[in-house]
């Protein structure tokens, strides 16, 4: 017990002594390419508090729960190995559900946080007030992040940097355009701020009137993409339950239908989307 005491004492005295005469790693830290992506979902879905590790792990214990589910239910291997996979992908198609409504919600609302911003910089108040008061005034879904700049102005008194904090916050292309022309406002100066709202909120009210008209003609191929691929799946699903129908499939011959089955029907979907698809706005100006 005294060997392991001072074993465990001289580890600690070397850590101490390491933490000291170790060089600081100043170097910030390389995001894989997953992490990025995942961290970039969650911030256009406006999910807060949740990590891109903690996201993924969501995803991998998701589609090990399915897995095991239906390989119980079908006693068959290959159906608890797809299914497993596509339950894997649900959280993902969850958030990017969630990030395309709240990207439309928004791009309905800017032009009224604009006239907002417009009206109080006609009334008198600086930029900064204006932006902090579209958090008591304006649209209900925007009012927290602006609040929170007027918190992050107050406290700090930058406006350059509790800009890019609410960009962050907001992540929306939309937002990215108009956080950006206020900070050129605001740099450059002049009498011509008035104009540049008046003008960019006549601008984002034609964008989103667009916008809305395409999409709602885009709504009828997407959704029959979405129930021609899913269509097969709860047939097979369906046949879980019959065990002596299930059971051709646990073989290699049924396995490599099953994935020649989803590798067709993950192709045609792309191919669906891609025929019916708008171009979607790009955050260029983080």
């Known amino acids: 017990m005294g060997l392991v005491l ?44 949740v990590t891109p590790a903690g996201f993924m792990s969501v995803c991998v214990i998701t589609g090990v729960v399915a897995a095991i ?76 992040p602006f609040r929170r700049f007027g918190a992050d102005y107050a406290s700090t008194g930058r406006f350059a940097d509790s800009l890019d904090r609410l960009k962050e916050r907001l992540a929306d292309p ?7 022309a ?7 100066g002049g009498g011509d701020l008035g104009r540049l709202l008046r003008s960019l909120s006549s601008f984002l009210r034609d964008d989103a009137r667009t916008r809305s008209e395409l999409e709602s003609r885009q709504s009828w191929s997407v959704n029959g993409a979405r129930v021609a691929v899913a269509a097969p799946w709860l047939v097979l699903a369906m046949l879980s339950f019959q065990g002596d129908v299930i059971q051709r499939y ?31 706005p790009e955050r260029v100006l983080r």
Do not use: H
Not at 26 to 40: C, F, I, M, V, Y
Not at 92 to 108: D, G, M, N, W
Not at 182 to 188: K, Q
Not at 251 to 277: E, H, K, N, Q
């Open 69 to 144: 589910g239906m390989f119980v239910v079908s006693a068959t291997l290959p159906i608890g190995l797809v299914f497993g996979v596509m339950a894997g992908g649900l959280p993902v198609a969850l958030l990017k559900s969630r990030a395309r409504k709240r990207l439309a919600e928004f791009r309905e609302l800017w032009p009224d946080v604009v006239d907002n911003i417009s009206s109080a910089v006609r009334a008198g108040l600086s930029l900064s007030e204006a932006l902090a008061q579209v958090g008591e005034r304006g649209p209900l879904p925007l009012r927290e």
């Open 6 to 49: 001072g074993l465990l004492f001289g580890i600690g005295v070397l850590l101490v002594i390491w933490s000291f005469i170790a060089p600081p790693d100043d170097k910030p830290r390389q995001e894989g390419l997953l992490t990025a992506r995942s961290r970039d979902l969650l911030a256009r879905a406006g999910v807060e508090g």
């Open 174 to 180: 939309v937002g990215d355009r108009v956080i950006e």
């Open 250 to 280: 646990n073989s290699p011959v049924g396995a490599l239908i099953i994935a020649v089955g989803a590798v067709v029907c993950v192709i045609a979907y792309r191919v669906m989307l891609r025929i019916g698809r708008l171009p979607e």
């Open 182 to 188: 206020l900070r050129i406002a605001r740099e450059v």
